[in-house]
């Protein structure tokens, strides 16, 4: 199945707080997870990414962890700002470059 | 600094009319998207290509046809619009490169365009 569950939908997270967001696939064809980043008015942007032989990924605030055996993959935002304030998406890659996404969380940052 | 352009960001169109939207991009990729974002639905692939004049359907292809006959540019096609294709419409481009497993090539995305159709 070409399909990655994302949740939650919407996520409120205070200033200086943890956002999490979680992702579970069942494909194992599945070789690359990407996420992006939409800011309101853009198109998504890559914001980090993994390989499933990786079990983490640090870059800044941001950290994807990944769980192979359980298939669920996460992204964590460290010390959340309100100008991280965007629709964040979880995605896998598969075949030649083509890439199957979530639907989405919107977080939103309060002071 | 890659660049993907689209030719309109909000357009106005009646059911039944022909609808082009239009995407460019300056880096010189092989690879062009073109993915339609609901709310709740995420992004769905409509069609994707790798290369001038070839085309692959993505997961939602019904309603819609794709140009690429030049590298830089990638259209999108309603032969006839209904109010089910209201929606945000986003264009991407990325490099081949390898293209192989556990390799991702990052896809580019332009602002998007925001079609009602009435």
């Known amino acids: 199945q070409q399909q990655v569950k994302q949740s939650p939908q919407s996520l409120i997270v205070q200033k200086g707080g943890i956002s999490i967001i979680n992702c579970a696939y069942e494909?194992?064809?599945?070789?690359?997870f990407p996420w992006y980043q939409q800011f309101p008015g853009k198109g998504p942007a890559l914001l980090i990414a993994i390989r499933p032989d990786v079990s983490e990924k640090k870059e800044g605030r941001f950290t994807i962890s990944f769980n192979k055996s359980a298939k669920q993959f996460s992204l964590h935002i460290m010390d959340s700002q309100p100008g991280d304030s965007a629709t964040y998406f979880c995605a896998a890659k598969w075949g030649y470059q083509k890439v199957t996404f979530g639907i989405g969380t919107k977080l939103q940052v309060i002071p | 600094d890659v660049k993907v352009t689209q030719s309109s960001r909000y357009l106005v169109k009646r059911t039944g009319e022909k609808v082009f939207l239009e995407c460019v991009q300056d880096?010189?990729?092989?690879?062009m998207f073109w993915y339609r974002q609901d709310p709740g639905l995420g992004l769905r692939l409509i069609y994707f290509s790798y290369d001038v004049k070839m085309k692959e359907k993505g997961d939602i292809p019904e309603g819609y046809s794709v140009s690429r006959e030049k590298k830089e540019r990638f259209s999108l096609i309603l032969e006839s619009a209904s109010t089910n294709q209201t929606s945000m419409y986003l264009c991407?481009?990325?490099?081949?490169?390898?293209?192989?497993?556990?390799?991702?090539?990052?896809?580019?995305f332009g602002p998007g365009t925001r079609l009602t159709v009435l």
């Open positions: 880096m010189d990729h092989e690879n």
């Open positions: 494909n194992t064809a599945f070789d690359y």
């Open positions: 991407a481009s990325s490099f081949s490169g390898t293209g192989a497993g556990g390799s991702y090539n990052e896809q580019f």
